[in-house]
């Protein structure tokens, strides 16, 4: 990363630049969609700061949905082991956990971009 830095390709030089210093992007996350208005600024802000093309500033710039399910039981599954040492799919031992947090998919919306562009 570090001798990545002084790379001819611009935008690999100061992504690496950027992550070795620390200078990390700004994450906002929303449970509704950002405001068409909002995001076109800040693409073009950062079009603008770093000089890119349009096809160039997927390195600089997300705007994406991103959803999380707490527990699928198809995936790995995560076993309780009982008094009698019998194992139990978390999902059958616990009747409270299964109805409250289980079947619960929470969708959030991010939007990632450089710290100099906020």
Not at 71 to 80: L, V
């Amino acid at each position: 990363m570090k001798v990545w830095t002084s790379h001819p390709d611009p935008i690999l030089a100061d992504l690496c630049e950027k992550l070795v210093n620390r200078r990390l992007f700004r994450v906002e996350m929303q449970t509704k969609p950002f405001d068409p208005d909002y995001v076109a600024t800040i693409k073009q802000k950062t079009m603008a700061r770093y000089h890119l093309a349009p096809d160039e500033i997927g390195y600089y710039f997300t705007c994406d949905k991103v959803e999380n399910k707490a527990y699928n039981p198809r995936h790995e599954r995560i076993m309780i082991k009982g008094k009698s040492n019998e194992l139990t799919d978390i999902s059958e031992a616990s009747e409270q956990l299964n109805n409250a947090v289980m079947p619960t998919t929470v969708s959030k919306y991010l939007l990632c971009y450089p710290k100099e562009i906020g």
